[in-house]
């Protein structure tokens, strides 16, 4: 099988598992694990954060960062799209007792000005607007890329009105590595960054949450009460600084593929459109079938793609995905 449902069904190489095995480690809970002490401070000196925690899932980090930013009632502006909203399981709600302001915007990215429009005035009717989630890559607008000058605006507009500004970049270094833009922009726009090593980056397990200084202790906290808190961990951390140091540039392979995937896509049978191809996901919407259905006859053929909205199939390429595979979709849809 060819598996392109998404790029977490990577499996760590022989490299990477080497790394982990030769870890140096610790218990983390109460001492700090030498090995993940290193990777959260390299990953907040690259991205000129004050501090960097890690977490066993994009979630948690997400979570948590939600939790530490806000106070009970209040509201999370995102887009409808996005996954702190719609593939946490209700986790705002729940975790923060928070509600979610959803704005439209395109292939999932919101701007400063529909932001700005949306902040509720202090009235006690309203939920009190106290933080901006964006998300970069964008998973349901296909992969797609915020441009800094808009994350600089909406930076702008959190400034001016009290509001924190979080960044889901479960996949920002597929977004880094097409701009060609350097980490260390980044990290000053922001309160919090998650950013998640088992997608494109090819970790098994991992995810690291950069905020400033004075979130650092509720962080802490927070991570412990929701059973974050994990001991001999720098096997997993060894994981990530092997993917850090072995799997950044890579990711421009998987762009590549996912473009030529993208255009065969649009000349195959059943397929309407392509969304734009930015990074590593191609979103086809069909015509004549159903997702379900699609996906049989592609899977009979030795080919995994997901459902993604009631007439749209999503496929990711990564790591574990080369061009071989490559040729033997190709030829399949010709
Ligand atoms: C954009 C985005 N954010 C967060 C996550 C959550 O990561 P995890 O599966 O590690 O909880 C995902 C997972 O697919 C994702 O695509």
Same mark, same amino acid.
């Given at each position: ?36 002490? %290193? ?63 959803? %704005? ?113 202790? &509720?962080?802490?906290?927070?991570? &412990? ?26 990711? &421009? ?46 899977? &009979? ?30 030829? %399949?849809?010709?």
């Amino acid at each position: 099988m060819i598996d392109l449902r998404s790029d977490t069904i990577t499996k760590p190489t022989p490299g990477m598992l080497d790394a982990m095995m030769s870890a140096e480690v610790g218990d983390d809970v109460f001492d700090g694990d030498p090995t993940t002490s %290193l990777l959260q401070n390299r990953l907040a000196e690259m991205f000129r954060m004050d501090k960097a925690l890690f977490f066993p899932s994009g979630t948690m980090a997400n979570q948590v960062a939600l939790r530490i930013q806000t106070n009970p009632q209040d509201e999370v502006i995102c887009h409808k799209h996005s996954h702190i909203y719609l593939y946490e399981g209700g986790g705002m709600a729940a975790n923060s007792q928070l509600s979610p302001k959803l %704005l439209e915007g395109d292939r999932g990215r919101i701007t400063a000005e529909t932001v700005d429009a949306s902040i509720n005035s202090d009235d006690i009717h309203y939920p009190k607007s106290s933080l901006v989630g964006i998300e970069n890559t964008m998973n349901r607008g296909g992969g797609s890329i915020y441009s800094l000058e808009e994350i600089m605006k909406i930076r702008k507009v959190c400034d001016e009105n009290g509001l924190n500004l979080h960044m889901d970049g479960a996949r920002l270094f597929n977004a880094l590595v097409e701009t060609g833009e350097n980490p260390d922009e980044y990290g000053p726009l922001f309160d919090t960054i998650s950013i998640c090593f088992s997608k494109g980056l090819g970790a098994p397990i991992g995810s690291v949450l950069l905020m400033k200084r004075e979130l650092y202790p &509720k962080a802490l906290r927070v991570r &412990k009460m929701m059973g974050g808190g994990m001991r001999q961990v720098g096997y997993l951390a060894a994981a990530c600084l092997y993917a850090l140091d072995h799997h950044i540039d890579r990711l &421009k392979e998987d762009h590549r593929r996912a473009r030529i995937l993208g255009e065969a896509l649009s000349k195959s049978q059943y397929v309407q459109n392509v969304l734009p191809v930015d990074t590593n996901i191609v979103i086809v919407e069909l015509n004549g079938i159903t997702p379900a259905d699609y996906l049989e006859t592609l899977a &009979k053929k030795g080919v995994k793609a997901v459902a993604f909205g009631a007439n749209a199939v999503r496929f990711v390429t990564h790591l574990d995905f080369g061009d071989n595979d490559l040729e033997i979709i190709l030829t %399949l849809l010709k």
